[in-house]
């Protein structure tokens, strides 16, 4: 993990944990612009992407990513933003009692205890297309291009360049194993969950949402892939993040 740390560390502070194939710094260029309050961002490049090393597991991830958070003294957190892979680390600094963390938007996760088919399907579809890759050397992957559009799976096919096969083996294990348990009042009252209608996460997060997290605010995008909402429409969307922040700080007085 490599982390990246943007503006005044005296505004509060934002968490922006970012999918798989797209870097710390690519997800903070891509969203920071559409917040209209002022926070200070950190935007870890986790394992395989950006100036990270290798991806070795979700723990370990979490590991240096509190442990950068503790040295820094950086123990209240405004919103914890994860989306797919990123949620693997949000999840568990959203549970952490060191921390104390107002909000959290989840977007695009497998929320399950052990989903073995997605893992298998996962790893072998992305080693098919590395391999595709580096024969084809192409500029953009066409399936990324028809669910997220051009420029957004340039960036992503640059991104997948460099991610190795062992790193796709932990990420896929990280997407597809979390410690479920049926989160407090309190807690479910800062999370909003996103979903596109058809990403296929959704079809193992619908069973457990209503038994773990059944009070958490709940989105689902009509028509759109696997975080398909938050690529097309950043600005929008970033206004209901920021929406959900003032709701919630409302309904807290």
Same mark, same amino acid.
């Given at each position: ?6 503006? +005044?560390?005296? +505004? ?154 062992? +790193? ?86």
């Amino acid at each position: 993990m490599f982390i990246n740390e943007y503006g +005044d560390k005296n +505004d509060p502070l934002v968490l922006l944990l970012a999918p798989m194939m797209v870097s710390g710094e690519d997800l903070y260029q891509l969203m920071h612009q559409y917040f209209k309050h002022h926070y200070h961002f950190i935007a870890p490049d986790q394992g395989g992407h950006g100036k990270a090393g290798g991806y070795i597991s979700a723990d370990e991830e979490y590991k240096t990513l509190k442990s950068f958070l503790l040295d820094e003294g950086y123990r209240e957190i405004e919103l914890v933003y994860g989306a797919s892979l990123g949620v693997a680390i949000g999840y568990r600094l959203f549970l952490d009692p060191d921390f104390t963390v107002h909000h959290a938007w989840f977007d695009g996760v497998a929320l399950s205890k052990n989903v073995a088919f997605p893992e298998w399907f996962m790893k072998k579809m992305f080693r098919s297309r590395k391999k595709k890759l580096a024969k084809t050397k192409a500029e953009t992957s066409p399936s990324l291009v028809q669910m997220y559009g051009y420029d957004f799976a340039k960036m992503m096919t640059k991104n997948f360049e460099r991610i190795t096969e062992s +790193d796709i083996d932990a990420i896929c294990h990280a997407c597809c194993h979390y410690d479920l348990r049926k989160l407090t009042q309190d807690e479910q009252a800062k999370l909003h969950l996103d979903f596109g209608e058809k990403d296929f996460d959704w079809k193992y997060s619908r069973k457990t949402i209503p038994v773990t997290m059944p009070e958490a605010e709940l989105v689902i995008r009509p028509g759109f892939q696997h975080c398909g909402y938050m690529a097309a429409h950043p600005k929008e969307y970033v206004e209901e993040i920021e929406a959900f922040i003032r709701r919630q700080q409302d309904v807290l007085g």
